[in-house]
């Protein structure tokens, strides 16, 4: 990467992380491009070349910080050598939410929109090229199992929804339970969608 695009690179990094500070700091109502651009040190034009509007970096961002998420997790996923395919999606799950109980500003930012750092194609308008391409890492993760699953996007889908909104509510609200007393039964509900999913399961006798 040339001298050019490592700027072009580290003035988007800037906005970004400038703007998750203030985001969830004053909040989006109360924080405008120019406390943005001031505070990272930018042209305003600058974020033009990136940004429609506050509203976009925001979308944008949150496809992004969700993306850091699942990249991070698949890093530690290899750096486990847990092999399987159930007992790989059970780390990422588990990598992801230790990471979301510890930063709640993260999880209050991303609210239950986890999926958008996923689902790229579905939400074209607030992806971002340099995003963490986790859907293809899955799949390859899929390629790689003894068990066939009927519909992989939409089982990843469910999961990805199943585990953001019920993990919002308990690590911000201890509601109706907190994470730890809630994780062992969410990863049950995980695996009967696993076992739905799989390839000419009897839905019905499950």
């Given at each position: 990467?040339?001298?050019?695009?490592?700027?072009?690179?580290?003035?988007?990094?800037?906005l970004?992380?400038?703007?998750?500070?203030?985001?969830?700091?004053?909040?989006?109502?109360?924080?405008?491009?120019?406390?943005?651009?001031?505070?990272?040190?930018?042209?305003?034009?600058?974020?033009?070349?990136?940004?429609?509007?506050k509203?976009?970096?925001?979308?944008?961002?949150?496809?992004?910080?969700?993306?850091?998420?699942?990249?991070?997790?698949?890093?530690?996923?290899?750096?486990?050598?847990?092999?399987?395919?159930?007992?790989?999606?059970?780390?990422?799950?588990?990598?992801?939410?230790?990471?979301?109980?510890?930063?709640?500003?993260?999880?209050?930012?991303?609210?239950?929109?986890?999926?958008?750092?996923?689902?790229?194609?579905?939400?074209?308008?607030?992806?971002?090229?340099?995003?963490?391409?986790?859907?293809?890492?899955?799949?390859?993760?899929?390629?790689?199992?003894?068990?066939?699953?009927?519909?992989?996007?939409?089982?990843?889908?469910?999961?990805?929804?199943?585990?953001?909104?019920?993990?919002?509510?308990?690590?911000?609200?201890?509601?109706?339970?907190?994470?730890?007393?809630?994780?062992?039964y969410?990863?049950?509900?995980?695996?009967?969608?696993?076992?739905?999913?799989?390839?000419?399961?009897?839905?019905e006798?499950?």
């Amino acid at each position: 990467m040339g001298k050019l695009e490592l700027n072009k690179k580290r003035k988007k990094s800037a906005l970004y992380n400038t703007a998750f500070e203030l985001f969830t700091t004053k909040g989006l109502a109360k924080t405008t491009i120019s406390d943005i651009v001031e505070n990272a040190g930018v042209a305003k034009g600058t974020f033009y070349l990136y940004f429609k509007d506050k509203y976009d970096i925001r979308n944008k961002l949150i496809s992004h910080k969700a993306g850091e998420l699942f990249s991070e997790a698949h890093d530690a996923l290899e750096a486990s050598h847990i092999t399987g395919f159930t007992a790989q999606l059970h780390f990422i799950v588990d990598n992801i939410l230790d990471r979301l109980e510890t930063e709640s500003s993260l999880l209050g930012f991303i609210s239950k929109n986890l999926s958008w750092g996923v689902f790229k194609d579905a939400f074209q308008e607030q992806a971002d090229d340099d995003d963490f391409p986790f859907f293809q890492e899955y799949l390859n993760l899929l390629d790689q199992s003894d068990v066939q699953y009927d519909s992989p996007e939409l089982l990843l889908f469910t999961i990805i929804e199943l585990v953001s909104s019920t993990s919002y509510s308990c690590i911000l609200h201890s509601q109706p339970v907190c994470l730890a007393e809630y994780r062992p039964y969410l990863h049950r509900t995980i695996d009967c969608i696993l076992q739905a999913f799989i390839h000419g399961a009897d839905v019905e006798k499950l």
